[in-house]
């Protein structure tokens, strides 16, 4: 019996992106990151329907995070945060109830018009020469993988990044399973679905993309 892992059951990966992000600009304790994921929770239980419907991965969790995001703008160690694609979001009807669980894999934003080229040099700008920026910066966003082109994805999962090393997006992912992706290389991804191929297997959303820096 191999025994489940902490983290493995649930549908959070977007608090833990958003949290990991929070480590890489301020390197962030477990004790305080631990108050901020069980006050994220408790924020998120007064809602019943909205955390049901995160609960059972019955959303793209964009909104949440934003949220997230922005409850952190106010707090004590503040961050900016920018949206560059906010345009090119996808507005995704709430599913609920016992039938909703893991909707969220099908629920896939198209790209706006991003190309990946345009995602890549934003992520480069953001996070690719940080020796240019006074602040510590990070990303946050939502990828999906495939097996193959034409299937569902196997994992809609959100992560974070702080840095590029050459052509590869390094992850601070918080993903514990042994298929879980750490890196993206340059021409590893695409923004568009129907892009999907064989040596591209990974669908980056740009209406997803959040940019953040210590302030």
């Not at 109830?97 to 934003?122: F, M, N, Q, T, Y």
């Not at 946050?140 to 974070?160: K, Q």
Request: hydrophobic share 45%.
């Amino acid at each position: 019996m191999i025994p489940f892992y902490q983290g493995q059951l649930d549908c959070f990966c977007a608090a833990y992106a958003v949290l990991n992000a929070m480590r890489l600009l301020y390197a962030l304790p477990l004790s305080e990151a631990r108050a901020l994921f069980n006050g994220m929770l408790i924020e998120l239980v007064a809602d019943p329907e909205e955390f049901a419907a995160i609960a059972l991965n019955a959303v793209d969790h964009t909104d949440w995070v934003r949220r997230l995001l922005i409850g952190l703008e106010r707090g004590p160690r503040t961050v900016r945060v920018v949206e560059p694609f906010a345009a090119a979001r996808t507005v995704f009807p709430r599913k609920s109830g016992p039938h909703a669980l893991d909707v969220g894999k099908h629920l896939i934003h198209s790209s706006g018009g991003v190309s990946p080229e345009a995602l890549w040099e934003r992520l480069e700008d953001w996070i690719g020469a940080l020796a240019l920026h006074e602040r510590p910066r990070a990303v946050v966003f939502r990828f999906h993988r495939y097996v193959s082109p034409d299937s569902f994805p196997v994992v809609s999962h959100w992560t974070t990044a702080g840095k590029i090393t050459g052509r590869v997006l390094d992850l601070a992912d918080a993903s514990a399973e042994p298929t879980a992706v750490h890196s993206i290389s340059r021409t590893g991804f695409v923004t568009e679905r129907e892009h999907l191929n064989m040596e591209q297997l990974v669908q980056i959303e740009p209406g997803t993309l959040f940019l953040l820096e210590r302030r």
